[in-house]
């Protein structure tokens, strides 16, 4: 019975070792981390949700300016570094090494300005007196819920700063293969998505009267 | 099978355990199958650690007075039990060992997808544990396995937030096996392993794997959250900020729920590749079975409500969530038919790892009913925070899958360490166990249907005997154990060698060398033929 099953390849239909979607390892282990990942902020969005709506008076402390316009800001500056890692995710497919390597970098400094202005965002409300137990507006798990989501996002976006920097050193020098930067990619656009939630969620429905 | 096998037995010259010797060519190692025996080594340890607490608990309970420790102690007693042997034992257990020696073996595979992000996660396991450990060392936590606020957050003086963080890095442990399993599934079968040949070990291994990746970043996330309202007054939890106590109980439930087919789906994996050797059938219902693992890890997500009947959830939420645990039980009953039919016209024979197959269905079926009694609301108020509640998943959680481990082990013994295991001894211990385990537990069923609340260190006279009853088997039990921690390790050195498939089964696996070298096979082999095509005959005149 065991020999019958060893024949030379080829003599059997292959129906194994067949990527799905043509996926590589790497990159269906990034699309299964993402998966995982999602679930890690969605715990989170719920636990905020939840709060909010039992709670009775959620503080509203977003002025449309500058809190609301400087949080558009740092929205568009993740949407265009989500176009610029397209863009360089291409030129790595076309060998372009050189556009690409720039492209990354451009999606960094957008990185790193969203960083920036956010860092900024936070010390405004910590001078306010915004804590992670208290806060002058009211409801406490204001402060809580706000650091925790938001702190939580940056530190992926902050990663993801230093992942690009890693992929983008690396790829003159052929270390790379180009669906390395694609993964990056989808890291990147990972971050950039879940923010999208992050901003209409914890701003949008901030905003004050 | 009765008699010793007949093949010849062929020196395997090289195989993974002599490939390289020394203790550096062990814990650098990055082959499947060394990584699962060092996960082996490290489960096993924390299994008997586990089992210590366990012996303090019984012992305390087999006298109606509080008189051998303080409730304290006996509150860090349960706690550490329960910690140790669900998240450093259970969750880990036929995965991280059988699961990784076997997943890449049995499609054909030279090793795991990820193979450093493996030996990664075993490493991530040990910190974790050893961080656990360390908080148990220091002073325990009392707050009990499922760590409920506001007492874990606002009113407990233990370890909490030491043991939180291990359990978080244990966490991403499973994460990291998850992950490896599934890309390994997907993109390394061998040719002609089509998803419809694979046999159901590998399909439930896919349905565990799914569910370690979408709950366990909840209960990461969720126990961060504990500790950082112990250290840093988060609030989230504490209705004193604003924060809401229940809220803990939905994300906890959220993964502990499907938690439990994180250790049962793999347990269902195991039996139905030994039922099949063991019957010399074809499973009836392959795509039932394989189907109903599918179906198992998603409905495992729509029901963690039923853990809130009395915690303060709305009652039309609690009905809901009575009718989808009532739901779950369609699939794990398909599979429990199945086997059932398989077993019905085959040539069963009787060898230790089928015994420990039919003590897994016996007991599973036991807890999966009573599961449905939990299930119900109006029962569940009479018998919540009971014993009914603790017979209830310890029947699942030792009688299913750490029955289905043993028999997993015994199975795959031969082809791990190339010998055979004593079968007189074995078949003894599996009875002792069976034993051991039914005197322990069913008693539990009663003092719960009669009142006895879990987590007390003293109860009312009339409740002795049956404790007495209980600690008794624990004693048998624990001998249970210890048997084979003996003869296992004996039969490494002295046992009978075992030949490359010394059950006649079809699976991959089996057509390699026992043990297998390290690239597990020489010729990569194609697969022509669903899984378990038997033909009813015992392996001797194969
Ligand atoms: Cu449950």
Known sequence: MADSRVLPLGEAEWGGGVSPYAVGHKKLGMWLFLLSDSLTFSALLIAYSYVRIASDQWPLPFHLWPSIAMATVMTFLLLSSSLTMAFGVAAAKRGDTRSAVRFIVLTILCGVGFVVLHANEWMTLIDEGVRLWSNPMGTPLFGATFFTLTGLHMAHVASGVIYLAVIAAGLPGNRFHHEDVEISGLYWHFVDLVWMFIFPLVYLLSVAP | MSTVPVEPVVEAPRNYLNASYGVKSWLLTT?????????????????????????????????????????????????????????????????????????????????????????LS????????????????????????????????????TYVTLMAVGIFIAGFSSILTGLNFIVTIHTMRAPGLTWFRMPLFIWSHYATAIIIMLGTPVIAITLLLVGAERTLKLGIFDPALGGDPILFQHLFWFYSHPAVYIMVLPAMGVVSELITCFSRKRIFGYSFVALSSVAIAILSFLVWGHHLFVSGQSVYAGMIFSLLSFMVAVPSAIKVFNWTATLYRGSISYDTPMLYAFGFIGLFTIGGLTGLFVATM?????????????????????????????????????????????????????????????????????????????????????????????????????????????????????????????????????????????????????????????????????
Not at chain 2, 139 to 152: Q, R
Not at chain 2, 469 to 488: D, K, R
Not at chain 2, 524 to 530: D, F
């Open chain 2, 378 to 542: 109006a029962i569940d108020l009479h018998v919540h925070d009971t014993y009914f509640i603790i017979a209830h998943f310890h029947y699942i959680m030792v009688g299913g899958t750490v029955m289905a481990y043993m028999g997993g082990l015994h199975y795959w013994w031969p082809k791990m360490t190339g010998r055979m295991y004593p079968e007189g001894w074995a078949k003894f211990s599996a009875l002792v166990l069976f034993v051991g385990f039914n005197l322990t537990f069913f008693p539990q069923f009663i003092l719960g249907y009669l009142g006895m609340p879990r987590r007390y260190y003293a109860y009312p006279e009339e409740f002795q005997v049956l404790n007495v009853m209980s600690s008794a088997g624990a004693t048998i039990l624990g001998v249970g154990y210890l048997i084979p921690l003996v003869y296992l390790f004996w039969s490494m050195r002295y046992g009978e060698r075992a030949s490359s498939n010394p059950w006649g089964a079809t699976s991959l696996e089996w057509q390699t060398p026992s043990p297998p070298p390290t690239e597990n096979f020489t010729v990569t082999p194609v697969v022509t033929e669903e899984a378990y095509t038997y033909s009813h005959e015992a392996p001797e005149h194969v």
């Open chain 2, 122 to 157: 075993w490493y991530v396991l040990t910190i974790g544990a050893v961080i656990s450990i360390s908080a148990a060392v220091m002073g325990g936590v009392d707050t009990g396995w499922t760590f409920y606020t506001p007492y874990s957050t606002t009113y407990s003086n």
């Open chain 2, 31 to 119: 082959d499947h199958k060394r990584i699962a025996l060092l996960y082996l080594v490290t489960i096993t340890i924390l299994f008997f650690l586990g089992g210590a607490f366990a012996v303090m608990i019984r012992l305390e309970l087999a006298t109606p007075q509080g008189d051998l420790m303080t409730p304290d102690t006996y509150n860090k007693m349960f706690t550490l039990h329960g910690i140790i042997m669900v998240f450093f034992f259970l969750v880990p257990s036929i995965p991280a060992t059988l699961g990784n020696f076997l997943v890449p073996m049995m499609i054909g595979a030279r090793d795991m997808a990820f193979p450093r992000i493996n030996l």
